[in-house]
């Protein structure tokens, strides 16, 4: 079946060292996003993909960065993971063929310890 | 930007009706979508409205009116497992989505 899917779906990480979270898709969906949610809180978009162009939200901190090397992959890279880094990671596909519905993964659940 | 309001919980009894609304403000309005979404899991596509009106899939309904700035979805026959935290995002121009924090939605038997 095509699908979003995120490795791994939990992650520890120690406060300040780097962690990089992974999402690929069999979609073949140009356009990918990474959200964070916070228990009981409305997933947040951080950036996206269209296609090769990264487009970042105003307010994503400088610590989280993104890579996506070819249209199934792509990275969420926290440089210096805070406490505050924790929560849910989201990673969702769309695709202008399909009216831009995003199709989201089973998401990283990080803790910062 | 967007703000998107929905109330943060709601209860019912097996087989009954729910209705969960949402209201929004936007600066450029394409599109509206609910999503289920279950504890520790990602969020499920339920529904899409774009012009006014009722949309229906089987147990679950959702209506917009744009001019007012309004949208509902209506669970019927309610069953255990749609226990869960039901997310109205509003999409703009831009083709972004804007999730409210949810309605949490619990079943009783």
């Known amino acids: 079946d095509a699908m979003v899917i995120q490795n791994p779906r939990y992650q520890v990480t120690q406060f300040g060292k780097p962690v990089t979270l992974s999402c ?10 990474w959200y964070q949610q916070k228990s009981s809180q409305a997933p947040k978009l951080l950036f996206h993909y269209y296609d090769k162009d990264f ?38 596909t769309s695709t202008s063929d399909k009216n831009y519905e995003q199709y989201f993964g089973p998401g990283t659940r990080l803790t910062v310890t | 930007g967007q703000n998107i309001d929905q109330p943060t919980e709601m209860t019912a009894t ?20 609910w999503y289920q979404q279950h504890a520790g899991e990602a969020p499920t596509f339920l529904s899409y409205n774009v012009l006014d009106g009722l949309e229906e899939k089987g147990r679950f309904s959702s209506f917009l009116s744009r001019s007012k700035g309004y949208s509902y979805l209506l669970l ?8 869960a935290s039901y997310l109205c995002a509003v999409r703009d121009r831009n083709y972004k989505l804007s999730f409210g924090a949810g309605t949490t939605v619990t079943v009783r038997a």
């Open chain 1, 24 to 33: 690929s898709q069999t979609l073949n969906h140009n356009v990918m996003y």
């Open chain 1, 55 to 92: 487009n970042n939200e105003a307010d994503t901190p400088d610590n989280f960065q993104s890579r996506r090397p070819n249209t199934s992959f792509c990275f969420l890279d926290i440089r210096s993971p805070g406490l505050g880094d924790a929560a849910m990671y989201l990673c969702a």
């Open chain 2, 14 to 33: 097996e087989g009954a009706i729910v209705q969960i609304n949402c209201t929004y403000q936007t600066s450029g309005f394409n599109g509206l979508f």
């Open chain 2, 76 to 83: 019927k026959e309610l069953q255990m497992k749609d226990s």
